[in-house]
């Protein structure tokens, strides 16, 4: 009688291996659209904050283009 896989232990290993790779390029793909997708929708409101906390445009000011950029 036949116990076992046709592969053995080496199509076990390159099934867990190929199983591995595959999982942590999905998972690297989904990190860097993420990422991405930060870095362009908020810059622009994330560097209006760190010109307020800078000191180098007032409350009015940022309010006002806070709401300019809002409304795009």
């Not at 199983?19 to 994330?46: I, K, Q």
């Amino acid at each position: 009688m036949y116990y076992g896989t046709p592969m053995g232990w080496g199509g076990f290993v390159v099934t867990t291996l190929g199983m591995t790779v595959f999982w942590s390029v999905l998972l690297t793909v989904v990190v860097l659209l993420v990422r991405r997708r930060d870095e362009h929708g908020g810059s622009a409101l994330r560097i209006l904050e760190e010109r307020l906390a800078r000191g180098e445009i007032d409350t009015d000011e940022f309010d006002r283009v806070r709401k300019t950029l809002r409304s795009r």
